[in-house]
Nanobody, 122 residues
């Protein structure tokens, strides 16, 4: 019904930057919140940043001032600009979207991307 495709992960040195993108496609009626989560080895998945359809943002304390989330509603795409990356940012990053499909509206469901690896290492 809905697919989320992420791109932009990779290997970067400490202090470097990466930009993640996530495009949603399928039988979309409306996308509400979109966000990024991450999961490091042997740790629980945690929220990194989220943004509502109106542009209200929320960040984990650990990334405030370094990461910026944005979205292009016309393209059903969410971005995560990551600056001043540190080794502790190493994780698999997952895109999330709360979506009402043409079949489910007004009901909505959570959808997840397949994940993209971000490794910060010298």
């Amino acid at each position: 019904q809905v697919q989320l495709v992420e791109s932009g992960g990779g290997l970067v040195q400490p202090g470097g930057s990466l930009r993640l993108s996530c495009a949603a496609s399928g039988s979309i009626f409306s996308i509400y919140a979109m966000g990024w989560y991450r999961q490091a080895p042997e740790k629980q998945r945690e929220l990194v940043a989220a943004i509502t359809s109106g542009g209200t943002t929320n960040y984990a304390d650990s990334v405030k001032g370094r990461f910026t989330i944005s979205r292009d509603n016309a393209k059903n795409t969410v971005y995560l600009q990551m600056n001043s990356l540190q080794p502790e940012d190493t994780a698999v990053y997952y895109c999330n979207a709360v979506v009402a499909t043409t079949r489910s509206f007004p009901g909505r469901n959570d959808y997840w991307g397949q994940g993209t690896q971000v490794t910060v290492s010298s």
